[in-house]
């Protein structure tokens, strides 16, 4: 069986492709905390209230993301 230089390349790019995909739809909502809601930097005051913080903090990501594609909807 021959195996052509081509094909053999094609695996490891679509499964960077692949990785790079996934990257890009986790990495939004981190951007949207940082950004707008300006958390930069971790407060160490126990795990319970950074796990509480971070939560809430996703939520309002969700909300405003809603909210952009409310508002992108009405035009």
Excluded at 1 to 6: A, E, L, P, S, W
Excluded at 13 to 22: D, H, V
Excluded at 28 to 52: E, M, S, T
């Amino acid at each position: 069986m021959r195996v052509i230089q081509g094909q053999l390349n094609k695996q490891p790019i679509r499964t960077e492709y692949l990785k790079a995909s996934i990257q890009a739809k986790v990495e939004h909502p981190f951007r949207i905390i940082k950004r707008q809601f300006g958390f930069r930097k971790v407060i160490y005051r126990g795990l319970a209230k950074n796990d509480n913080k971070l939560a809430m903090l996703f939520a309002l990501a969700n909300v405003a993301r809603v909210d952009q594609m409310i508002r992108a909807a009405r035009g």
